[in-house]
């Protein structure tokens, strides 16, 4: 199903923007789009090389000088630490944040933090950046956070606590098992934009949570002959880049979205995610949980004053 395009009447002058996962794919679609409407868009990408090139890739597509890069790498959270300290420094105020960066596997590998690594990456990296990030986001106010989830949280019924770095999960067929895995960090991410609607009530910072479609994108393709062959099978059928990214453009500037926030959309629409996404229980406890893996006290996670 096409996805409607977003708005073109909407006008960033003046807003900045920070999107992760930015140096292909949807990510670079969206940086693409948040600079045509005049927002000051900051890069991530891990790979220098590879960001500079998008960062003139998008200056060009979009016309707009204010374009720059800062470098993480979300498999380390140490790199994360440091990405939010120049962030925080270079912008005291943040007006908004897309959490794209994600990986998919087909096999359990471990980040140097010891943690599953899609679980990690998708999760656990952008939870932290958006802590670290409080103070620009809520000094920027009015401000939106989106986060990239994905409809393959329906693969999983809930999120699993007894195995949450899947020790157990990872298994033939390959393909199969690490999309389940891929599923539970995308509902990760559904649960921590609920959780963290709540968290900022009143504070002039909406969240929100969005799945892109099936998009042709790099994800997968770090999974050596395999993953890119089936990607490349895969891609007649998928959206392309630039459609992939109309549901987070939509979310993170159409005006008329300016007070929602805890809501999932896909096609640029409200959907009602899966009963487990739904979980207030298990959100709450998913936000201690990953306090811990994150190295964060949980008592210096308030948004608002309440």
């Known amino acids: 199903m096409k996805t409607q395009p977003p708005r073109d009447d909407v006008h960033l002058d003046g807003r900045i923007a920070l999107v992760t996962g930015a140096t292909s794919g949807i990510g670079q679609e969206t940086a693409v789009g948040l600079a045509k409407r005049g927002a000051h868009v900051v890069l991530v990408g891990r790979d220098p090389g590879r960001a500079e090139a998008a960062r003139k890739d998008v200056t060009e597509r979009s016309g707009n000088a204010d374009v720059e890069v800062l470098l993480g790498d979300f498999a380390c959270l140490d790199a994360v630490r440091e990405l939010a300290c120049q962030a925080s420094e270079r912008f005291p105020e943040l007006h908004l944040l897309v959490n794209n960066a994600g990986v998919v596997m087909t096999e359990r ?5 010891g943690y599953e690594t899609t679980l990690a990456v998708n999760h656990v990296a952008p939870f932290l950046l958006t802590h670290l990030l409080r103070e620009p986001l809520l000094a920027g106010a009015p401000s939106r956070i989106v986060n990239v989830a994905s409809d ?19 298994g033939f067929p390959y393909t199969l098992t690490g999309m389940r895995v891929y599923g539970m960090s995308k509902l990760a991410n559904i649960l921590f934009t609920n959780e963290l609607a709540r968290r900022t009530e009143g504070t002039g910072v909406t969240t929100n949570a969005v799945h892109p479609g099936g998009v042709s994108t790099r994800l997968g393709m770090n999974n050596g002959v395999m993953g890119q062959v089936v990607a490349a099978a895969m891609r007649p059928f998928f959206l392309t880049p630039e459609e992939g990214a109309y549901t987070s453009l939509h979310v993170a500037t159409d005006p008329d979205l300016a007070n929602t926030t805890g809501r999932y959309f896909a096609n640029s629409q409200q959907k009602t995610p899966s009963t487990g996404a739904r979980d207030r229980t298990a959100a709450e406890r998913l936000w201690v949980e990953t306090c811990r893996w994150a190295g964060i006290d949980p008592e210096t996670t308030a948004w608002n004053a309440s």
């Open 109 to 113: 590998q471990l980040t140097v933090d």
């Open 152 to 170: 393959a949280h329906h693969f999983v019924s809930g999120f699993d606590f007894d195995d949450p770095m899947s020790e157990r999960r990872f």
